[in-house]
């Protein structure tokens, strides 16, 4: 599949604010509001975009972002049939996704304290140990969001960056009830907020922009299918050795440069530095990965790396004070 010219500019305005009416996106495109709409419809329909997203720093809610990968023995579809079924059940899932390579699936969960880290964490684990070769649990220190500029004909320099520091900030149960109404549905129309919140619009966008001042909620993103475009979602691992600030910063620019690299993440867990990385084959997968050998050969130690095979619609988060 290739975009049209003025499908890559809707997704290029949508990924920087899917918040934006059709009216807006159509001025900056040069489209009408009307066209703008079936353009996107279509967008979703074939299954390019598949989700309109809001970003929230977790960390200023109390959360830690918990990654856990897991690699069975023989992953049949009846183990992953019941692992989709469990995750369903539990609380506070945020993304579960089916890989290829050096791990079998991923599931993103949030936690408030160590303790429900375990609960969560036995509670996944429990019911697979006789399957399991291997696990990891990573908890993210800091997210680097990147423009889909594997997409775009010309680059785009952006970098939206989430220090996992926790905040001190005082919300309400409207304030909740606005970030869970939006976090997975970014373009929900006003009036379906001022009816769940009971505020009138302008309440509604008052809470919003202080939201956003206060750092809590960080931006309107979209989520892009890249099989659509015949194109592979690598996830890499990286053990770095021999660093300091200032190469770190140089290492995360090298990647933030790079047209297939659409998030890093900085972890706390088995690995100091991941990133994904949108390519065709693993053949440039190994051109990339020779490219940052070069670049820093006395800082990466060792890599491994997987492909995103499939994601699955699961999130059971429900943000709250408690």
Same mark, same amino acid.
């Given at each position: 599949?290739?975009? *049209?010219?003025?499908?890559?500019?809707?997704?290029?305005?949508?990924?920087?604010?899917?918040?934006?009416?059709? +009216?807006?996106?159509?001025?900056?495109?040069?489209?009408?509001?009307?066209?703008? #709409?079936?353009?996107?419809?279509?967008?979703?329909?074939?299954?390019?975009?598949?989700?309109?997203?809001?970003?929230?720093?977790?960390?200023? @809610?109390?959360?830690?972002?918990?990654?856990?990968?897991?690699? %069975?023995?023989?992953?049949?579809?009846?183990?992953?049939?019941?692992?989709?079924?469990?995750? *369903?059940?539990?609380?506070?899932?945020?993304?579960?996704?089916?890989?290829?390579? +050096?791990?079998?699936?991923? /599931?993103?969960?949030?936690?408030?304290?160590?303790?429900?880290?375990?609960?969560?964490?036995?509670?996944?684990?429990? *019911? @697979?140990?006789?399957?399991?070769?291997?696990?990891?649990? *990573?908890?993210?220190?800091?997210?680097?969001?990147?423009?889909? =500029?594997?997409?775009?004909?010309?680059?785009?320099?952006?970098?939206?960056?989430?220090?996992?520091?926790?905040?001190?900030?005082?919300?309400?149960?409207?304030?909740?009830?606005?970030? #869970?109404?939006?976090?997975?549905?970014?373009?929900?129309?006003?009036?379906?907020?001022? +009816?769940?919140?009971?505020?009138?619009?302008?309440? /509604?966008?008052?809470?919003?922009?202080?939201?956003?001042?206060?750092?809590?909620?960080?931006?309107?993103?979209?989520?892009?299918?890249?099989?659509?475009?015949?194109? #592979?979602?690598?996830?890499?691992?990286?053990?770095?050795? =021999?660093?300091?600030?200032?190469?770190?910063?140089?290492?995360?620019?090298?990647?933030?440069?790079?047209?297939?690299?659409?998030?890093?993440?900085?972890? @706390?867990?088995?690995?100091?530095?991941? %990133?994904?990385?949108?390519?065709?084959?693993?053949?440039?997968?190994?051109?990339?990965?020779?490219?940052?050998?070069?670049?820093?050969?006395?800082?990466?130690?060792?890599?491994?790396?997987?492909?995103?095979?499939? /994601?699955?619609?699961? =999130?059971? /988060?429900?943000? +709250?004070?408690?």
């Amino acid at each position: 599949m290739k975009l *049209s010219v003025k499908d890559e500019r809707i997704i290029k305005e949508l990924d920087n604010n899917s918040r934006r009416s059709f +009216s807006e996106i159509g001025k900056k495109v040069g489209l009408p509001k009307n066209i703008v #709409n079936y353009r996107i419809k279509k967008l979703v329909d074939d299954g390019v975009i598949t989700l309109f997203c809001t970003t929230v720093n977790r960390a200023k @809610l109390g959360y830690m972002y918990c990654r856990l990968f897991l690699k %069975f023995m023989g992953f049949s579809e009846k183990i992953k049939d019941s692992l989709v079924n469990s995750l *369903s059940k539990l609380k506070n899932i945020h993304f579960a996704a089916r890989l290829d390579g +050096s791990f079998d699936f991923c /599931v993103i969960f949030l936690a408030k304290t160590i303790k429900e880290i375990d609960e969560i964490y036995d509670s996944i684990i429990y *019911s @697979l140990d006789n399957h399991l070769i291997d696990k990891e649990l *990573s908890i993210a220190s800091r997210i680097y969001y990147l423009p889909y =500029n594997y997409l775009y004909s010309e680059k785009e320099v952006r970098v939206d960056e989430v220090v996992n520091v926790k905040g001190d900030v005082k919300l309400d149960e409207k304030d909740y009830l606005l970030i #869970n109404s939006i976090k997975e549905d970014s373009r929900k129309p006003m009036i379906e907020l001022t +009816s769940k919140l009971g505020l009138s619009p302008q309440m /509604v966008r008052v809470r919003m922009k202080r939201l956003f001042k206060e750092g809590i909620i960080t931006g309107f993103k979209i989520r892009v299918n890249p099989k659509k475009f015949n194109l #592979n979602n690598f996830h890499i691992f990286l053990n770095l050795t =021999n660093m300091n600030q200032v190469k770190y910063k140089d290492l995360v620019h090298f990647l933030a440069g790079k047209k297939s690299v659409t998030q890093i993440v900085k972890g @706390l867990g088995r690995w100091d530095l991941e %990133f994904e990385a949108v390519l065709e084959s693993h053949f440039e997968l190994h051109d990339l990965l020779k490219e940052l050998r070069n670049k820093f050969p006395d800082n990466i130690l060792k890599y491994e790396s997987t492909i995103l095979y499939e /994601v699955y619609p699961i =999130n059971t /988060v429900k943000y +709250s004070g408690g």
